[in-house]
């Protein structure tokens, strides 16, 4: 059985005129989950009063990498100039759906936009912008390339089977701490979390880098292993629903 695993990619809304709103995801994503034995489907931006349908179909959801957080609409301070917030539509219907989709146990994998909005959904806080919150830290924007620490004990080193990997980096927020349940899984050799995992979890898993873009097959493991979990969940609910 192939699971169904729903990507979130990116919204974007044109006030026109005429207005007009369209979902962009890039198509590595799509290929990453294809070869990992998922079947992709874009995520379309339906009604929150819809996501319990939603996720009563998904097996399993990929939140892919994005723009960013408008954190005062957060509550976590002012959004800081060199920001870019993705549409608040967006930014509210992520948030919504992230918390549902932890809540109700469905495998999830954030990356980038993706791993901060899995944070931020359960109490985490951002690093609104890395060369002001720490300065003469390594770049991380614009596609470098960099070492990432694969912490111990985490389901991260067991998906990855390393204790160190190459990442491919295009970001300029991230990861302060994490809210109770999460865990940081990989930092990089600054102590920048580049990855974080929640413990209770049948598969709650968010990194910074863009595993999609390597050509190391380890990071492939990350979208096997999101498949993976979609199948035993939906082999699961198939079997509840047909003892019920």
Known sequence: MRPWIGIVGELVEDQGPPPRSEVRL???????IERAGGLPFLVPY???EELDELLARADGLLFSGGDDFDTARLGL????PAAKPVPSRKQDFDLALARRALGAGLPTFGICYGMQ?????EGGTLHQHLPDDRPGAQPHSGGVQHAVTVLASTRLRALLGVPAVEVVSRHHQAVASVGAGWIVSA????ELIEAV???????????QW???LSADLAHARLFTGLVEAARAHATARSVAGAGA
């Open 187 to 190: 930092v990089d050799g600054e």
């Open 117 to 121: 909005l899995l944070a931020l959904a």
């Open 46 to 48: 339906p009604q929150v």
């Open 210 to 212: 863009h595993p999609e």
């Open 197 to 207: 995992e929640r413990r209770e979890h049948p598969f709650a898993l968010g990194v």
């Open 77 to 80: 301070g002012p959004t800081h």
């Open 26 to 32: 890039s198509l590595r994503y799509a290929a990453a």
